[in-house]
């Protein structure tokens, strides 16, 4: 069993930046591909990053693209989502995820009943 927790949520003021942690208690993270995901209210979950095990390729959803950089350290068992020039769509509750799916695309469909979920830390960017 793995559990993640994420943080580095809160309130912020449009156009500035947020950095979202998530770290995961388990020794074997770098066999993880990890994936970031919001869900704002009264919508779907949908799909924001993912980052393969070794860091080395990355997918974002196109509203994000440009603006956000997922990365980890898996020395540190953590993967992060620096999110810069922030809008007031982003304002959702942001959930990372782990999985053993082999590609960036498997995980951004990742069903909510596979891998493993962190508790969510909510993000509110203001006008």
């Known amino acids: 069993q793995v559990q993640l927790v994420e943080s580095g949520g809160g309130l912020v003021q449009a156009g500035n930046s947020l950095r979202l942690s998530c770290t995961a208690s388990?020794?074997?993270?770098?066999?993880?591909?990890m994936g970031w995901f919001r869900q704002a209210p009264g919508k779907e979950r949908e799909f924001v990053a993912a980052?393969?095990?070794?860091?080395?390729?990355?997918k974002y959803t196109d509203s994000v693209q440009g603006r956000f950089i997922c990365s980890r350290d898996n020395a540190k068992n953590t993967a992060y989502l620096q999110m810069n020039s922030l809008k007031p769509e982003d304002t959702a509750v942001y959930y990372c995820?782990?999985?053993?799916?082999?590609?960036?695309?498997?995980?951004?469909?990742?069903?909510?009943?596979?891998?493993?979920w962190g508790q969510g830390t909510p993000v509110t960017v203001s006008s």
């Open positions: 388990t020794n074997s993270f770098s066999d993880y591909t």
């Open positions: 980052i393969s095990w070794a860091g080395g390729n990355t």
């Open positions: 995820a782990a999985s053993y799916v082999s590609t960036l695309q498997a995980m951004s469909v990742l069903d909510h009943g596979r891998g493993y």
